[in-house]
């Protein structure tokens, strides 16, 4: 054989190999204990993605052509991340009945499920565990990272599943009957970046300071890159904080006296903590006003997307509600669960801590396994 044929051989041999791997995939979703486990809509979902990948080595195997290594190159990453993505999701599966993943898992369901209901948006309502939280686009299944910090993580699952609303968020009008997908539309064309600044957006939009307080207070980093490189997945850490403060200012913009600027104590305190944070911080760290000016812009664009779609009563408008609640936990009293959310709880929750560290006092543990009791509780009730 000539070099040339030789070299032909390899790539095809290569190409049926990694097309063999998808299709042990596939007998592996195919396994009763393994379908049962992640339940008929989810092994459906992973089943057609790796489908789709077993087609496309077919076509580049076809009479029409010879594969190429730049395409074989391709077709074998995108292969990967189907493999990747299945099995993580499979090993999240089986994991979920360990009992404390099962308990953290449970918790994070509560809200999913209380989002679910909310948005209407259609996805599966379990929560598996991984090392880092995510949804898998392939199946719509949101992860919780594990092990976290417990229930102030919590709010961290509505960004997330933000990803799903601004893949799938459907508007109808009702009398041309024309449809529209608003975040869709939005982010066409957009730098992932900005995927990821609209999933913040919407988790201040549905669940409030709860997920202000985690994002600034757990993961972001006051030293890190104000904004990111090009071809980084997400917003620097300062150009999130920028944008979640501002939403939380939309948030508390309201036509209501007793609701309007009820979220300006917590605003004006984060911003303190993070400008004295920043204090001996790199020049690259810090926002300028003319990159915040355009964080707010786009956080605007989305924020009017939500409020003029379908979403619009899905808005979190029961902080008094939560603020009470804080208030009686301090004080010493039971608080009233009666009608509460899981968004109130865990806004109650984070409000008592957040005053606890301002008066110099630890979170007493007994706070802690009140807000656990209450979501497990709110999720049962639901779902009864």
Same mark, same amino acid.
């Given at each position: ?75 074998? +990453? ?215 000016? +355009? ?37 010493? +009293? ?51």
């Amino acid at each position: 054989m000539t070099v040339e044929a030789v070299n032909r051989r390899i790539l095809r041999e290569r190409a049926l190999l990694e097309q063999a791997r998808l299709r042990d995939l596939s007998s592996l979703l195919g396994e009763a204990m393994v379908a049962k486990r992640l339940g008929p809509g989810v092994t459906t979902a992973l089943l057609q993605l790796v489908h789709q990948q077993d087609a496309a080595f077919s076509t580049l195997l076809g009479d029409d052509g010879e594969p190429t290594w730049t395409g074989l190159r391709e077709r074998i +990453r995108t292969g990967d991340r189907v493999l990747s993505e299945c099995l993580a999701v499979v090993a999240g599966a089986f994991a979920r009945p360990i009992p404390p993943i099962e308990a953290a898992c449970a918790e994070a369901e509560a809200l999913t499920t209380e989002l679910y209901a909310l948005t209407r948006i259609a996805a599966d309502h379990s929560v598996i565990p991984a090392d880092a939280e995510c949804v898998s686009p392939a199946s719509s299944v949101v992860r919780r990272r594990f092990p976290d910090h417990g229930i102030w993580d919590i709010p961290l699952i509505a960004h997330e599943f933000g990803h799903l609303v601004a893949r799938d968020l459907l508007d109808v009008d009702p009398v041309s009957g024309d449809t529209s997908r608003p975040l869709a539309e939005l982010l066409a064309g957009r730098k992932r970046q900005m995927a990821e600044l609209a999933s913040d957006v919407f988790a201040v939009y549905v669940l409030g300071p709860a997920y202000v307080l985690t994002l600034v207070l757990h993961r972001m980093d006051p030293t890190a890159r104000a904004i990111s490189y090009d071809d980084a997945t997400h917003p620097g850490d300062a150009s999130r904080v920028s944008a979640v403060l501002h939403a939380l200012e939309l948030l508390g913009a309201s036509d209501i006296p007793i609701r309007r600027g009820q979220y300006d104590f917590l605003i004006t305190e984060l911003t303190k903590w993070w400008m004295e944070a920043q204090k001996t911080a790199p020049s690259e760290a810090r926002l300028d006003d003319m990159a915040a000016a +355009r964080v707010h812009a786009d956080a605007q664009k989305v924020w009017v997307r939500l409020a003029s779609s379908r979403l619009a009563e899905s808005q979190y408008l029961s902080f008094p509600r939560a603020r009470t609640m804080a208030d009686d936990l301090r004080n010493g +009293r039971t608080a009233s669960c009666a009608g509460a959310s899981c968004r109130d709880v865990l806004n109650a929750a984070w409000l008592v801590r957040f005053r606890s560290w301002r008066d110099g006092i630890d979170t007493p543990d007994r706070f802690v396994a009140w807000a656990r009791t209450q979501l497990i509780e709110i999720k049962e009730c639901g779902t009864t």
